[in-house]
């Protein structure tokens, strides 16, 4: 393999520690904590860990509302996601987002959306941005492959090819879309091969393989940079859980469901590691419970931290117009 | 001072500014080789080149899109709306995304965007000819300018440009040939102030955009017998400076409302209700509002002609408010 053990227990303690944060989020909304839609990234953890792993810290990421993965996998504070979704003063966006709305600017997360395919042209428009100010950043931009039918999705990456602007589409196909299977509704449903009405480079990877996700976002990314223009990558993978919360799934068999869960991406980076003696089951287990004890404590937190204050309902509507021109330092 | 078209003024406030601020950039249709579809941003590309004049495709969401993207990258840039119309095709990018995503992240990201667009008609028929503002005006976090002349729309233009919230910044295709006085230096003016056009004592009239001229008409015609309008413009439609409205109508005791919009839920609507529930005692009556038929633009020269109020209804208005 081509990772190191460090690079291997650390995707893993990434991977967990979403998959347990989720779990507890989960239990939260049951009880009435996290209120609106709450969209689980369970089954799909290793797409946003292995992207993550491939991004620079300063390369520009955009997601849709499937997001809380992607933060934790930048390795943000998982008390302040936590207290977003709680609607906290201490949340990433001062508890004004939720759930969908998960930013962290300083990290160059710029945000989840929830409009499907709305955030694409802003991809667009961050890779021109970097482009423009010769920066050597690139923009990654997650959605499900629910959003490769809509008119943003085709205006935005044509635009970007276009304009051969740093852009990576990372589309995260786990088949449904709410409660209809993507070929029902998708005159073309792999959704790689809808790149070529672009002529940009596209790839269908493994999305459930850390590793396979963590090297063609690299290799792609890397492409992107070096002035190759927008690439596409669609990452196959399921989710374990509902659409939100209360959705009875009707529209798939618990066996589907279950026969999914066998290539659970945590299960298979687990057997990898052993597989390649890279750790000990003792290790691992270290691993889990370490997990557990970071989404515990930022559920702890979540729950003791303030609700913002009723001034903080008027606030950062507009911009004071005397605040604004401010010279800012581009590089 | 010298006398400059709108048009003129537009073009020397973008490039002004383009030369001031490198992060300033244009992008739209037909902005470039063409040099604007209505000339605005004419040789505007042979000067500042492909990278800070950009052409796109025929694709409004991707081109504010685009816009707050890069607005959000660092850049400050001016999208320009081929017309109007055609913002609806980009409602959700200045619905969900200009508007909002300051608030919604919880300050933590700014969109120093501009938008400009004309309303306007002249036998467009239906799809071409409409305004829209109060749809815009309707929004928290835009800013929506709305200038009438050439010495506004320089100065708010520059405003908007330098300001880092999202501005629709709404021109008028009718009003891009009309002249008037600029000054041939640097000036800037502020966003969220309204302007008295012309003082008077017996009635205020409020007005924007092309209405204002159509006030300013009228008020000319009344003065030759004796009655002396104050006319209003309110040049930015969000936020609204009402003291000037106040001030006045604290004088007249009267108050009609001119807009080239469709009256219901528009700008006349939110302009009486502020007079009426902040300044009931100062009204001798109730405050009138004129605007566009409630019908679609039809195409016909005689029957676009009865669309919109013109200076001979806004005086029998006045009159028949006065006596
Ligand atoms: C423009 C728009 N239409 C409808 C919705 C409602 N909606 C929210 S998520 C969703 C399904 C999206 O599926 P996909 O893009 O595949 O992402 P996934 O939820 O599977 O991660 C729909 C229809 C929306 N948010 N935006």
């Known amino acids: 393999m081509t990772v190191t053990k460090a690079e291997a227990l650390d995707w893993l303690r990434k991977m967990s520690l979403i998959r347990r944060f989720e779990e507890r989020a989960e239990e939260a909304y049951g009880q009435g904590k996290i209120g609106g839609f709450l969209h689980l990234y369970i089954g799909e953890e290793a797409i946003a860990v292995g992207a993550m792993a491939a991004l620079r810290p300063d390369d520009d990421v955009l997601t849709h509302y499937r997001d809380h993965g992607y933060v934790l996998a930048r390795g943000i504070d998982p008390k302040r996601v936590m207290a977003e979704l709680y609607g906290k003063a201490t949340g990433l966006s001062k508890g004004k987002g939720g759930s969908m709305h998960m930013a962290d600017a300083k990290h160059h997360l710029w945000g989840g959306y929830a409009i499907v395919g709305g955030h694409i042209p802003l991809a667009t428009g961050m890779a021109l941005a970097n482009q423009y100010l010769d920066l050597p950043r690139i923009v990654a931009c997650f959605f499900g492959e629910g959003a490769t039918n809509i008119g943003t999705f085709y205006a935005g990456l044509n635009m970007a090819a276009v304009w051969k602007l740093p852009l990576v589409a990372i589309v995260e196909n786990n088949r449904y879309g709410m409660g209809t299977a993507f070929e029902r509704v998708s005159a073309v449903s792999a959704v790689y091969q809808k790149a070529c009405v672009f002529n940009i480079p596209a790839v269908q990877i493994d999305g459930n393989d850390v590793l396979a996700v963590r090297d063609a976002v690299r290799d792609m990314a890397e492409r992107s940079r070096a002035g190759g223009g927008p690439q596409l990558i669609e990452a196959m993978t399921y989710r374990f859980r509902g659409h939100s919360m209360g959705d009875p799934q009707r529209y798939r068999s618990k066996e589907e469901v279950e026969a999914a869960k066998a290539r659970d991406p945590i299960l298979l980076w687990r057997r990898s590691i052993l597989e390649n003696r890279l750790a000990t089951e003792a290790e691992l287990q270290a691993i889990a419970d370490e997990a557990d004890a970071e989404a515990d404590a930022a559920v702890r937190f979540a729950e003791e931290s303030p609700a913002p204050g009723p001034a903080e309902l008027c606030r950062d509507v507009l911009i004071p117009e005397q605040e604004s021109d401010v010279p800012e330092d581009l590089s | ?323």
């Not at chain 2, 492909?50 to 685009?66: N, W, Y």
């Not at chain 2, 891009?176 to 012309?198: A, F, M, N, W």
């Not at chain 2, 633009?297 to 001979?312: G, S």
């Open chain 2, 1 to 323: 001072m010298s006398q400059k078209t709108y048009r003129d003024a537009l073009r020397e406030a973008l490039r002004e500014e383009m030369i001031r601020d490198e992060r300033v950039l244009i992008l739209g249709e037909e902005v470039g080789v063409w040099g604007g579809t209505y000339a605005i941003t004419r040789s505007m590309f042979t000067e500042f080149g492909s990278k800070r004049i950009l052409d796109t495709p025929i694709a409004e969401a991707a081109i504010v899109g685009t816009a707050v993207g890069a607005a959000m990258g660092g850049l400050r840039p001016v999208a320009e709306l081929m017309t109007i119309n055609f913002s609806l095709v980009a409602m959700d990018q200045i619905v969900n995304n200009a508007a909002k995503i300051h608030y919604m992240f919880g300050g933590q990201i700014r969109v120093p965007l501009v938008i400009r667009t004309p309303a306007g008609w002249g036998q467009l028929a239906a799809t071409h000819s409409q305004t829209f503002e109060a749809w815009f005006a309707h929004l928290p976090g835009l800013i929506v300018a709305m200038p009438g002349t050439p010495y506004d729309a320089k100065g708010m233009l520059k405003s908007a440009i330098r300001s880092d919230n999202p501005v629709m910044f709404i021109e008028h295709a009718r009003l891009y040939g009309i002249k008037g006085e600029v000054p041939d230096g640097e000036y800037t003016l502020p966003l969220g102030v309204s302007d008295v056009k012309r003082p008077g004592r017996d009635i205020t009239i409020v007005a924007y955009s092309r209405m204002l001229h159509v006030a300013l008409g009228a008020a000319e015609a009344l003065a030759k017998d004796g009655i002396e309008c104050e006319v209003i413009d309110l040049r930015t439609l969000r936020p609204l400076d009402m003291a000037p409205v106040y001030a006045s109508v604290k004088k007249t005791h009267r108050a009609l409302v001119l807009e080239e919009d469709w009256t219901t839920c528009g700008m006349g609507a939110e302009i009486a209700a502020r007079i009426s529930h902040d300044r009931f005692d100062d009204l001798d009556g109730p405050v009138e509002r004129m605007g566009q038929v409630e019908v679609p633009m039809p195409y016909a020269r005689n029957l676009e002609a009865l669309m919109f109020p013109d200076e001979r209804q806004v005086t029998e208005k006045v009159r028949e408010m006065l006596s």
